[in-house]
């Protein structure tokens, strides 16, 4: 074990030591600093900050330096809980939640006192990053998991920031998905990241592959003045981060049925100024959930989630497209008219990820994601014929590898591969 920990790091220190500043908004992690001071509101320098995981007990220990700052930077997203001690003083205890790409400050005032004694301060939303430049609205967690969505994208969500509009597709196979128009600019200038990783579409922008929704634990979309280390866009970055395992085991499940029967007739021009009405077939089920937990105490964590999308629906022959389909057919041509258009589409997404906490200097997460999808006849338009449709089939991957090291106090490093 120590042989492979040995190598990875030092595979790490050939590709560069980066700071914890260059990679705190391109991956999931936060930071969190602050000044400790006593109640004269001199600095109290030399006292332990302990930041603890709610979720997995990870843990970081550091100490206020000779202006009594203290910083942890490269966290994993998620609920901590902040302890400082210092001999003579009460014991300060203060419970946080850090969003991706934020910097929460938590300064503490410490009193005279035994150490046993606990001041306790409980506040789990940061109401104000205080740090940032850039112009950035983050999705949290409980909007990812409360808000409703139709298709189930959690792109969708960013159309919560000020300035952003949905736009077409510059690919006609794309219109299921969020396509982001920002600040009025096209959707092809949208940079997207999971986990650190790119997932831009280089062709026609925005995502390159939508991931299960019980996968995505939170995203922050920068519509102006975001750093540099998003790259490679004028208009915007979406940062998205997946869900881990934590020390309960917990899951979910979901389904989500509409059937032809319940819908309601559709009023198709006839071409002749009026209307009929035309009941095409349309059903769909989407169904899946998600189980994560440990497999090891406070040390090694699991998650897997899936979901799958089944659809039948039909396009109806408009105006008088049918009978003229059908009067060319009797006259010996190739066509192949049809009333209904068949329009089925099948997707499975699924997302896995495992995260390690090697020693209490070392941590690493592995995650893989998959879409597969196929479809028939999603670009005809209801003037043409079985001949004159198309299909498509995609499947789409995204896997990441990112190893976290702590080589002091002052000096972290990062290493994600993708």
């Known amino acids: 074990m120590k042989r492979v920990i040995f190598i990875l790091l030092a595979g790490?220190?050939?590709?560069?030591?980066?700071?914890?500043?260059?990679?705190g908004q391109a991956t999931?992690?936060?930071?969190i600093q602050g000044t400790v001071t006593d109640p004269s509101q001199a600095v109290v320098t030399s006292a332990q900050?302990?930041?603890?995981?709610?979720?997995?007990?990870?843990?970081?220990?550091?100490?206020?330096?000779?202006v009594g700052f203290y910083e942890f930077q490269l966290l994993p997203v998620g609920t901590y809980t902040i302890t400082i001690t210092k001999a003579g003083f009460a014991t300060f205890s203060r419970t946080i939640e850090i969003l991706i790409g934020q910097t929460a400050?938590?300064?503490?005032?410490?009193?005279?006192?035994a150490a046993t004694e606990v001041i306790e301060v409980t506040s789990e939303a940061l109401l104000v990053d205080s740090t940032k430049t850039d112009v950035s609205q983050n999705i949290t967690p409980q909007e990812v998991e409360q808000l409703p969505m139709v298709g189930r994208d959690v792109a969708n969500l960013a159309y919560l920031a000020p300035g952003v509009k949905a736009t077409d597709s510059y690919d006609p196979t794309k219109n299921r998905y969020a396509i982001l128009s920002v600040n009025g600019e096209s959707g092809r200038n949208v940079n997207v990241t999971v986990n650190g990783i790119d997932n831009k579409d280089n062709t026609v922008g925005g995502p390159v592959m939508q991931l299960p929704l019980e996968a995505v634990q939170e995203f922050v979309i920068s519509t102006q003045r975001f750093s540099a280390v998003n790259g490679r866009s004028e208009g915007?970055?979406?940062?998205?981060?997946?869900?881990?395992?934590?020390?309960?085991?917990?899951g979910s499940i979901f389904g989500y049925f509409r059937d032809t029967a319940l819908n309601t007739d559709e009023k198709v021009p006839d071409g002749k100024g009026g209307t009929s009405a035309a009941h095409p077939d349309y059903t769909r089920q989407q169904f899946g959930g998600s189980v994560g937990g440990p497999f090891k105490k406070d040390k090694l964590f699991g998650f897997f989630a899936l979901e799958r999308e089944r659809e039948h629906s039909g396009l109806a022959e408009s105006?008088?497209?049918?009978?003229?389909?059908?009067?060319?057919?009797q006259a010996g041509l190739a066509a192949q008219p049809a009333a209904i258009i068949p329009r089925p589409f099948f997707e499975t997404r699924y997302n896995g990820r495992m995260d390690w906490t090697i020693n209490n200097?070392?941590?690493?997460?592995?995650?893989?994601?998959?879409?597969?999808?196929?479809?028939?006849?999603?670009?005809?338009?209801?003037?043409?014929?079985?001949?004159?449709?198309?299909?498509?089939?995609?499947?789409?991957?995204?896997?990441?590898?990112?190893?976290?090291?702590?080589?002091?106090?002052?000096?972290?490093?990062?290493?994600?591969?993708?």
């Open 12 to 23: 790490v220190i050939l590709l560069g030591v980066e700071s914890g500043n260059a990679f």
């Open 319 to 329: 105006g008088t497209s049918f009978p003229e389909l059908t009067l060319a057919q």
């Open 361 to 418: 200097k070392n941590s690493a997460y592995i995650s893989y994601n998959s879409q597969a999808n196929d479809s028939l006849n999603d670009q005809s338009d209801g003037t043409g014929d079985l001949t004159n449709g198309n299909f498509t089939k995609n499947h789409l991957q995204l896997a990441n590898f990112t190893l976290n090291t702590l080589f002091s106090n002052t000096t972290i490093n990062q290493f994600t591969f993708g």
């Open 236 to 250: 915007a970055a979406i940062n998205m981060i997946t869900k881990a395992g934590t020390n309960n085991y917990h």
């Open 49 to 66: 900050v302990v930041a603890r995981s709610k979720a997995t007990d990870f843990t970081r220990t550091t100490s206020t330096n000779d």
């Open 28 to 31: 999931a992690s936060g930071t």
């Open 105 to 113: 400050i938590i300064n503490a005032e410490v009193r005279p006192g």
